[in-house]
């Protein structure tokens, strides 16, 4: 089982640049939720994909999209890069029951590390 | 509005000594329970989680935790710390049909001979 991948693992960008992250979930997992780390900080929620559509979204602007695809594959697109946007980008699966199926748990990649300059 | 606050940023412990790491949070209903740790360079690992039932859970790496609510604390702690547990340690909050998880800042652990 090779776990939740995530691709690439490192990035350099110019700000104003696009830029597109991608995750593939876990064997079996339908969910997949993007988190930004930024250096010395916590994770921060971003949003969550279900069944392809955003499920909750945190606090981000609409600068940062998604998408979940068929085979539970998901991208975190983010348009109009600012330095701020600096950080590395993880992405989890879980099963759709996470919290009401109290058996489960996220899973996370290793993430992605943005640099924007 | 959930909040996760882990007071201590740094800790540095010796190898063979105890470790607790101290995780207060702040959430409106009936909170579910996370720590995580990170390693550098790599994605965050669950060590244990607390949903309900016994306040004490056990967890992978000798870990263990206690769910206080009369204190909104769930501490992280371990008898006898190794090298290999020189990391980031967060704390995470979620709940019933609360789809994210709110995190704390961190403590990083150093382990010293």
């Known amino acids: 089982d090779a776990g939740v991948t995530q691709s690439p693992t490192h990035l350099i960008k110019t700000r104003g640049q696009q830029v597109t992250l991608r995750c593939s979930p876990k064997s079996g997992h339908d969910t997949v939720s993007w988190y930004q780390q930024a250096l010395g900080q916590g994770p921060q929620f971003i949003f969550q994909y279900y069944e392809e559509e955003e499920r909750q979204r945190g606090n981000f602007p609409d600068r940062f999209s998604g998408h979940q695809f068929p085979n539970y594959s998901s991208e975190l697109n983010v348009n109009a890069l600012l330095l701020g946007d600096s950080a590395l980008y993880l992405c989890?699966?879980?099963?759709?029951?996470?919290?009401?199926?109290?058996?489960?748990?996220?899973?996370f990649g290793q993430g992605t590390r943005l640099t924007v300059v | 509005a959930q909040s996760v606050t882990q007071p201590d940023i740094h800790i540095t412990v010796s190898e063979g000594a105890s470790l607790e790491l101290r995780c207060n949070y702040s959430?409106?209903?009936?909170?579910?329970l996370f720590w995580y740790v990170q390693s550098p360079g790599q994605g965050l690992q669950l060590l244990l989680k607390y949903f309900s039932g016994d306040t004490l859970v056990q967890g992978i790496k000798g870990f263990e935790a206690e769910f206080k609510r009369s204190q909104s604390s769930f501490n992280l702690r371990k008898p006898s710390v190794h090298w290999s547990d020189a990391a980031e340690y967060f704390c995470a909050v979620g709940g019933f049909n609360d789809y994210k998880l709110s995190f704390g800042a961190g403590t990083t652990v150093t382990v010293r001979a």
């Open positions: 959430y409106g209903a009936t909170p579910y």
């Open positions: 989890a699966s879980s099963l759709r029951e996470f919290f009401g199926g109290r058996n489960t748990e996220a899973f």
